[in-house]
């Protein structure tokens, strides 16, 4: 029966080397010239330059990265008289390598083939295979579920200056959130302890600003220094107005110059390091002076809300609270603890949500089952708006979606809805005619990427079940073909074998390799322990099964992209659907920590009294668990009597009683019992 060879992988293609020998002993293959170009190119990055199989990286940058990687520093080809280092990692398993040189601080250009060998082959022997590098791929323009924590966002940011006022935008580009603020003197600290970005861009002009570059030194490592060109406010409006197809940006909010350079120069970079494409980006929100409660990056990081002092996330607040069920709900508790509100009536509505879930314990539970079932539909749609999405994130959003006629039976239920939760109710929308479309044309074993194929279900479309029919009638001819040869050969080792570099092959011990010459089996490679044939037989029947199977992959590739196209053209509804799966998600997982810790819900007004009675340390209590005991304390500030004095011995609880009600106020504007 035919079976698939396994060959030990090689460093390097066989194509692949065919490009990398050069036509002479004198001048450098024709492929170490394009690399160069390319490189020249991206003279900042690690270029991953597709070699068959393999991203192979050259020169400095295999020095660099066998380093970074821990993996072997080979040379092939000379340049200049000298030999090339050369590394590489496979292809199907690059995103590993690509997120520890992410972590280590790298940039890492993707060079892909734009055309098939075959026709490179066809302008000559030594023609390199036409290359183009499709993405740039840095801390803040990451996608991949591989190289993301699901439960927290990845902020790309922007600081620009115009005129002497600070502007400040962030996005991130997996999830479509993009937000805009006015930062006053001396709050660039808090407000980026607050977004923590995986990648802050500043003009070069304001990083030789000595007193600015002092503020980002807790930053500069995350920092990407461009030039000042690309944080003009007027070429920034014309970006913004260009990506969302209106006239102006008045519709969006009352944007300052200072703003629109930061948000302009968010999309600039994102379509430079996407070579062109852009992500589904919502509508940029203003978030106004004053509707956060603003945090300095010294209390931030002493409270510990979402890490502790030592960098880890076990015993920091977020951890210690969260029960959300979903990757999307878990980003919004982050975004929460982050920047409570201010604002008495919106902290309500967040409260109202979560009365209703305490309230009624059946509701919260089978909403919460039912969000266990709902994978990221937020990233996936990312993805799939980008280009880069696969079968996998189709799938993801046809799960998500078939749970939405549960959730929305369950809510409509109720009598009173909260403002909030019936808001969330109206987003979910309805989907009915897309799930039913996805759950037609998706089989039950996806691949991670299209390119893979036999995705497509068995009766979705009949011609490519024809050409399915065809590639596998192939194939049962082929294991009939090698029943007969070792029947006829009397050779009952022989087997039909395939890999990916020779195609089909019959291959036969070494000592036995002798009843096999002669015209009908023509010699193709002798191994170490086995030697390989092929027959004029062997050969048509391949070429039936690859060009069946090339047309079935084609027709499967276009089936892909209408799938897609339709879950995109209805990108702003999925959307709207994903927010209110976390807001719901959030709201349900803090009522069930209410019940759990007999939270208590607070009551909020615009005056300066602070009055807690009976207030336990979120965290330190659970630390101590049921055996321990936390006991509970009163703190009263009022404006008669602002002033506390805290004193006792070393350990006896001051820091943990001021630190206690911190907590519990920034709780209560997160919208949180406490």
Known sequence: MMTEAHDPPPIISAEAAGEMDAADGKAPPPVVSQYLSIKQEHPDCLLFYRLGDFYELFFDDA????AALDIVLTRRGRHLGQDIPMCGVPVRSHASYLSKLIRSGFKVAVCEQMEDPAAARKRGSKSPVERAVVRVVTSGTLIEDELLDARSNNFLAAVALVQGQLGLAWVDIST???????????????????????????????MQDPGFYETLAEWKSVVTPLPASRFDSGSGASRLEALYEVKTLDAFGAFDRAEIAAAGALVDYIELTQKGRLP??????????????????????????TETLTGGTRGSLRAVIDRTMTGAGARLLTLTLGAPLTDPEAIGQRLDAVQFFVDLEPVRTTVRETLRRCPDIERALSRLTLGRGGPRDLAAIRIALTQ?????????????????????????????????????????????????GNFIAKGYDP????????????????????????????VPGLKIRHNNVIGYFIEVSAK????????????????????RFTTVELSEL??????????????????FEHLVGEVTGRAEELAATARALAKLDLAAALALLAVEKDYRRPILDRSMEFDIQGGRHP?????????????????????????????????AGKSTFLRQNALIAILAQAGSFV
């Open 63 to 66: 020095v660099q990265a066998s």
């Open 176 to 206: 479509g959130d993009f937000q805009v603020q006015g930062v006053p003197g001396g709050g660039l600290a808090a407000a980026l302890a607050r977004l923590a970005p995986g990648e802050l861009l500043i003009s070069d002009r304001l």
């Open 280 to 305: 589904r980006l919502c509508q940029p929100r203003r978030l106004a002076p004053g509707a956060v409660m603003e945090i300095d990056a010294a209390t931030r990081r002493n409270l510990e809300l």
């Open 404 to 452: 939405i006629p549960t959730l929305r039976q369950t809510l409509a239920g109720s009598a009173m809805l909260p403002l909030l939760v019936q808001g969330c109710l109206d987003d979910l929308g309805h989907h009915e005619i897309l799930c039913d479309r996805l759950e037609r044309a998706l089989g039950p074993e996806l691949p991670l990427a299209a390119r893979d």
């Open 463 to 490: 011609a490519l079940d024809e050409l399915r029919q065809a590639e596998a009638e192939g194939r049962r001819l082929i294991a009939g073909l090698e029943a007969r040869y070792a029947r006829e050969t009397a």
């Open 512 to 531: 036995l390799a002798d009843k096999l010459l002669g015209n009908l089996f023509i010699h193709r490679q002798t191994m170490a322990t086995a030697v």
């Open 542 to 559: 391949e070429s039936r099964i690859r060009g069946a199977g090339a047309r079935a992959l084609a027709l499967e590739l276009e089936l």
């Open 619 to 651: 965290v330190v209590e659970t630390a101590l668990g049921s055996a321990g005991g936390f006991v509970a304390n009163d703190c009263v500030l009022a404006p008669d009597g602002r002033l506390w004095l805290l004193t006792g011995p070393n350990m």
